[in-house]
């Protein structure tokens, strides 16, 4: 148990350090790089940040049905649990845009080098004005070749839960510009809890 809280505060003192190192890089590479390109700097980030979740943390992973998702533009509609998603959901096709909060562009480094990603962001307790700006700019996204990630319920659920409404975006967006939904369903924050610095694996 002493090993196990020892290694995750490793893996946070690795998370952290390199964030900024990775969001700094970003800032800098999106004076001159494509989005494309400082999208597959964070890709990069992501699989080792995840690879060191492995190791350190015991975190595995198995994905079933990649064989599904498309080499041309789609909607990824996912259940939302913990922060692993919102990471790993990113390196499977590049460009990605996120729909997000808006509060998360103002978090220092880590939200300064997301803005420079293309995510779309939106307020929350306005829900028309951001189904429409999702149809908007998820459409016109899709039209330059990205994929759209959304987590249609809204907010992090406990996996106990099971999985909440989904909003109607996802579907509009995928029936107005004629694209697939690709969905995602996992139990991610049964290891990678949420709002907590604990990590269990199948073991613990």
Known sequence: MVSLIINILIFYL???????????????????????????????????????????CGVSWNVKGIKNVPDTPFVIASNHQSPWESFFLQTLFIPTSSIMKKEILMIPFFGWAIA????????????????????????????????????????????EDGIGKFGNSCGLLASNESVPIVPICHNSGKYWLNKTFRKKTRGN
């Open 14 to 56: 690795i998370f952290v350090i390199s964030l900024i190192f990775v969001s700094l890089i970003i800032i800098v590479s999106s004076l001159f790089l494509s989005t494309s390109k400082i999208q597959y700097i964070g890709k990069v980030w992501i699989l080792v940040i995840l690879k060191a979740l492995k190791i350190l």
């Open 116 to 159: 420079r990603l293309k995510p779309i962001s939106i307020n929350r307790k306005m829900k028309i004005e951001s189904l429409k700006k999702v149809i908007e700019m998820g459409g016109a996204r899709i039209k330059d070749g990205y994929a759209i990630l959304i987590f249609p319920e809204g907010t992090r659920k406990r996996p």
